[in-house]
Nanobody, 116 residues
């Protein structure tokens, strides 16, 4: 059974940083493209960053380029999202997604709040 569990969210001041983690189990992690999405209240879920496998090529949303890094550790079956220079516009629930072809699964998300 595919399971994705996000962690690392919380309250951070504007300009601060967070590292989100997504622990994966129940599937062959190394074969899947892993992505982070976010959803703010009243808005649609949007792609933030993605990392493919094999090769580890990355894709970032234009709104976050230069302030974000996605990485994966296949030994730990975990994908990370490093967020820097956070602004109130970055506040949202951040979800992890695993995709292989037409098959995909979502984690429940972790809340990121940006406020002074």
């Amino acid at each position: 059974q595919v399971q994705l569990v996000e962690s690392g969210g919380g309250l951070v001041q504007p300009g601060g940083s967070l590292r989100l983690s997504c622990a994966a189990s129940g599937f062959t992690f190394s074969m899947y493209t892993m992505s982070w999405y976010r959803q703010a209240p009243g808005k649609e879920r949007e792609l933030v960053a993605s990392i493919s496998n094999p090769g580890g090529s990355t894709t970032y949303a234009d709104s976050t380029k230069g302030r974000i890094t996605i990485s994966r550790d296949s030994a730990k079956n975990t994908v990370y999202l490093q967020r820097n220079s956070l602004t109130p516009a970055d506040a949202a629930v951040y979800h992890c997604r695993a995709r292989l072809g037409f098959s995909h699964s979502w984690g429940p998300g972790t809340q990121v709040t940006v406020s002074s």
